[in-house]
């Protein structure tokens, strides 16, 4: 069971706004029991569902970090996977989710047999969403061609630059302030997004 460090972000008309930090330690797939303060899925562990769910109750720019013990079931060979059924809730405020590596961590929809096509993330929030260091996998959704699911102004870092330089080489055919589609969505890329030196796209 945990939360919560506070710690400040600027609000629209510069008021400080206190977002929590909510530590994910374990591969379960529990709703949150409890209030929005304290990521709790009632059995004393914070789970990804359960510290979303916080997480859009709670007012303000919060962050879900990770930090699950290798003795962990959903643990193996070096990686941590969380499967999740149903749908996690969709993300309707904004939050920073920053993952130990995408090599390390892969959040996917269960494959069993009979699981409902979801998205492994749905953002509905026209706040910012950050996701980094965190693989997505078997998500889909039927009959959808993205339309509607992602608000314009929403961003997602692709590369957390935690150096003092900037991004040295650009993606192929992915110049600063280029545009591209995918699945009926438009981004922005910029690559001194973020605090100035990241990989930020933004949907249009």
């Not at 070096?78 to 390390?104: E, H, M, Q, R």
């Not at 959040?107 to 096509?117: C, F, I, K, L």
């Not at 509607?148 to 870092?157: E, H, P, R, V, Y």
Request: charged content about 15%; some cysteine.
């Amino acid at each position: 069971m945990l939360c919560a460090a506070a710690f400040a972000v600027c609000g629209t008309h510069g008021t400080a706004v206190a977002g929590l930090a909510y530590v994910v330690d374990s591969t379960g797939d529990g709703d949150l029991v409890g209030p929005s303060t304290i990521c709790d899925d009632g059995t004393g562990h914070c789970t990804l569902r359960a510290a979303i769910e916080a997480s859009n109750l709670h007012p303000g720019t919060d962050g879900i970090f990770f930090d699950i013990s290798t003795t962990d079931p959903g643990y193996s060979h070096g990686t941590w996977t969380i499967i999740n059924l149903p749908a996690l809730a969709n993300i309707s405020d904004s939050v920073n989710i920053s993952g130990p590596g995408a090599d390390k961590l892969t959040v996917q929809r269960s494959t069993a047999d009979g699981t409902p096509d979801f998205r492994v993330f749905n953002v509905t929030t026209s706040g910012t969403v950050n996701l980094s260091d965190v693989t997505k996998a078997s998500g889909t959704a039927s009959n959808d061609t993205g339309s509607g699911t992602l608000t314009a102004g929403t961003a997602f870092t692709v590369i957390n630059n935690t150096s003092a330089s900037l991004i040295s080489g650009r993606f192929s055919n992915l110049a600063n302030d280029a545009t591209f589609i995918s699945n009926g969505t438009t981004f922005k890329a910029k690559y001194k997004g973020g605090d100035g030196n990241d990989l930020i796209l933004t949907v249009q």
